[in-house]
């Protein structure tokens, strides 16, 4: 099983990045996607999430109108799209899959791209 984040960057304050996280070795499409972000010292907090079909998405509340998931089943890859970023973006932002199944949840995580907004 493999996660693998791409597109993080530096970028100035009010500039858009997009990330990507392409998937191996699961069903991807049974999988609800998530993005999760954190800082140094801070928990690991959810971003943004889309259900296994992308017939639904939820935000933090700090990045609704701002940032936008998307998946793209017949490739294995979820999207992030960020705008007008701010500082307080700044972070390590990792790709999640999750899925319950039975008595079970099974759970893979990203290694991580790295997204810094500074002038």
């Known amino acids: 099983v493999q996660l693998v984040e791409s597109g993080g960057a530096l970028v100035q304050p009010g500039g858009s990045l997009r990330l990507s996280c392409a998937a191996s070795g699961f069903t991807f499409s049974r999988y609800v996607m998530s993005w999760y972000r954190q800082v140094p010292g801070k928990e690991r907090e959810l971003v943004a999430q889309i259900s296994n079909v992308g017939g639904s998405t939820n935000y933090a509340d700090s990045v609704k109108g701002r940032l936008t998931v998307s998946r793209d089943n017949a490739k294995n890859t979820v999207y992030l799209q960020m705008n007008s970023l701010k500082p307080e973006d700044t972070a390590v932002y990792y790709c999640?899959?999750?899925?319950?199944?039975?008595?079970?949840?099974?759970?893979?995580w990203g290694q991580g791209t790295q997204v810094t907004v500074s002038s």
């Open positions: 999640n899959a999750q899925r319950v199944y039975g008595l079970g949840t099974f759970t893979y």
